[in-house]
């Protein structure tokens, strides 16, 4: 199994740029995460997904950012204005849930390093 | 009050003594409990998870719970350099979602 895999693991790109981050789960989990790390804030939870409906998007700071799960090997997260206080390592994590909670723990991709200049 | 409590360290160990590790959580319906490995530059990864009161072993690692406390903590048994890292506590209530703290650091002294 190639685990959780995310893309790209670096991205640099100017203030007022969209910036695409893409995540392909372990096959067969049906649970998708982003969590954003920070070294102010630690890992917060962004958005995630069961069986590619969106069930908890709180985390998602403001309209700029949107997140999608077309099918059950593919998310992105989008921001569109990219802004410097966007910068932080993203990650994508993946889970198959058991008996409908977080039994087993995530598995979390190798994350995607955001600076926004 | 933060969901999940964690001392931020750092935590500085000699080699071959006893890392202890503690965390606190805020919601008595959590369920799930995990502790998180984090390298620098890499991504968590799971080293324990306990859901009962009283004590989980694998290995050089022990896991303990105490619900009506509302404290989980991580023992490391005879610490190695290699065991250097910051250690998350995650919990869980009755949903998917993990709530983590932020993290303590450890450094193991050769």
């Known amino acids: 199994d190639a685990g959780v895999i995310q893309s790209p693991r670096h991205e640099v790109t100017e203030m007022g740029q969209e910036v695409t981050l893409r995540c392909k789960p372990i096959s067969g989990h049906n649970s998708l995460f982003w969590y954003r790390q920070t070294m102010m804030r630690g890992l917060e939870l962004l958005i995630y997904f069961n069986n590619n409906v969106p069930i908890d998007d709180s985390g998602m700071p403001e309209d700029r950012f949107s997140a999608k799960m077309p099918n059950a090997s593919f998310s992105t997260l989008k921001i569109q204005p990219s802004e410097p206080r966007d910068s932080a390592v993203y990650f994508c994590?993946?889970?198959?849930?058991?008996?409908?909670?977080?039994?087993?723990?995530?598995?979390f991709g190798s994350g995607t390093r955001l600076t926004v200049v | 009050q933060k969901e999940v409590e964690q001392n931020s360290g750092p935590l500085s160990v000699p080699e071959g003594a006893i890392a202890s590790l503690n965390c606190t959580y805020s919601?008595?319906?959590?369920?799930?409990f995990f502790w998180y490995r984090q390298y620098s530059g890499k991504s968590p990864e799971l080293i324990m998870s306990i859901y009962s009161n009283g004590d989980k072993e694998d290995g050089r690692f022990t896991a303990q719970l105490n619900k009506a406390s509302q404290y989980v903590s991580l023992l490391i048994r005879d610490s190695q350099p290699s065991d250097s890292a910051t250690y998350l506590c995650?919990?869980?209530?009755?949903?998917?979602?993990?709530?983590f703290g932020t993290g303590t650091r450890l450094t193991i002294i050769p």
């Open positions: 995650a919990v869980n209530r009755r949903e998917e979602k993990l709530t």
């Open positions: 994590a993946s889970n198959y849930p058991g008996q409908g909670y977080a039994n087993y723990g995530y598995t």
């Open positions: 919601d008595r319906v959590s369920q799930s």
